[in-house]
């Protein structure tokens, strides 16, 4: 059974940083697209980051040059390195992950773990 659980969330002022972990189980990681969403209150979930197979990541524009993504297939493991945190970035974060990139990239993987809560101070 595909489980993912995420870690590491918690309260930080602005400019403050966070690493968030996903760690998967009942399968590889390193063959399925991976990536990390976000739901702020009242808002709809919204894609963060991923992570192909082969490595490739992507993010969206508001958190570029401050989220790094990675992951250690190793550990299975996936990771969000959040730096020069904003108030704007509170919400739970949710990893998600399939093996058909695009259903990452539209939010409709088919795994998903139960989300973390992110929350900025300013």
């Known amino acids: 059974q595909v489980q993912l659980v995420e870690s590491g969330g918690g309260s930080v002022q602005a400019g403050g940083s966070l690493r968030l972990s996903c760690a998967a189980s009942?399968?590889?990681?390193?063959?399925?697209?991976m990536g990390w969403f976000r739901q702020a209150p009242g808002k709809k979930r919204e894609r963060v980051a991923t992570?192909?197979?082969?490595?490739?990541?992507s993010y969206r524009d508001s958190v570029k040059g401050r989220f790094t993504i990675s992951q250690d297939n190793a550990k299975n493991t996936l990771y969000l390195q959040m730096n020069s945190l904003k108030p704007e970035d509170t919400a739970i974060y949710y990893c998600?992950?399939?093996?058909?990139?695009?259903?990452?990239?539209?939010?409709?993987?088919?795994?998903w773990g139960q989300g973390t809560q992110v929350t900025v101070s300013s």
């Open positions: 998600a992950a399939d093996r058909t990139k695009w259903k990452v990239w539209l939010g409709d993987a088919d795994y």
């Open positions: 992570i192909d197979s082969d490595g490739t990541t």
């Open positions: 009942g399968y590889a990681s390193g063959n399925y697209c």
